[in-house]
């Protein structure tokens, strides 16, 4: 059964530093979303991407951070100064454009030092 | 705005035993609501979904979720529950716009041998 997969499953980085995390949506997919979560609290959402470009994004998505859809297979979270409360464990999903469900992957945890 | 709330941080049931996990919702329009399932260091796992018709639904592993328009709730149920169901359950309704999800903050299942 095909999956969303992501990497780096783990990823500590030191602050201000740059970081990148890489999710593979299911292939027939169109819509992609990143959520986060920290630790003990709930799943937020980041932003929606549809036909290579944002389409909502929340009030945590900040200048800090992008999206990018660089090929036909990768999606991309970029961070680039990473701040001690970007710890956390960051979600990628996908769905059809027909299905409502949203099948998430096993998501990276990022630690900012 | 959209809403989702899971009134109980920890459900302890006995295996064997039915188990519930709450979640009552509020929305603008229909509701499109889901189900999910996290198990320790995994991402989240769909387990059912209400979009429209039957208000009992059925998903994975032997799991079922009542829809309730006049209690505006999403309970999960199971009839027996096993000690491989702990984990942690999240409620989520799908916003209006580019259908994101908005998670409730989770309820934690324990069942005990």
């Known amino acids: 059964e095909p999956e969303v997969t992501q990497t780096p499953s783990h990823q500590v980085t030191q602050m201000g530093q740059e970081v990148i995390l890489r999710c593979v949506p299911i292939?027939?997919?169109?819509?992609f979303y990143w959520y986060r979560q920290i630790l003990g609290q709930k799943v937020e959402f980041l932003v929606s991407?549809?036909?290579?470009?944002?389409?909502?994004k929340s009030e945590i998505f900040d200048d800090q951070f992008s999206v990018e859809r660089p090929d036909g297979s990768n999606f991309t979270l970029k961070i680039r100064s990473t701040k001690l409360e970007d710890s956390a464990m960051y979600f990628c999903?996908?769905?059809?454009?027909?299905?409502?469900?949203?099948?998430f992957g096993p998501g990276t945890r990022l630690l900012v030092l | 705005a959209q809403s989702v709330a899971q009134p109980e941080d920890q459900v302890n049931v006995a295996e064997g035993n039915p188990l519930t996990v709450k979640c009552t919702y509020s929305v603008s329009g229909n509701p499109y609501l889901f189900w999910y399932v996290q198990y320790p260091n995994r991402g989240l796992q769909f387990l059912l979904k209400y979009i429209t018709g039957d208000n009992l639904v059925k998903g994975s592993y032997g799991f079922e979720a009542e829809f309730n328009k006049s209690q505006t709730s999403f309970h999960l149920k199971k009839p027996s529950a096993l000690v491989s169901d702990s984990a942690l359950y999240f409620c989520a309704v799908r916003d209006d716009g580019y259908n994101k999800l908005i998670f409730g903050a989770g309820t934690r299942l324990a069942v005990h041998p």
């Open positions: 991407f549809y036909n290579n470009e944002i389409s909502e």
């Open positions: 999903a996908s769905r059809t454009g027909l299905a409502e469900t949203q099948y």
């Open positions: 292939s027939n997919h169109l819509y």
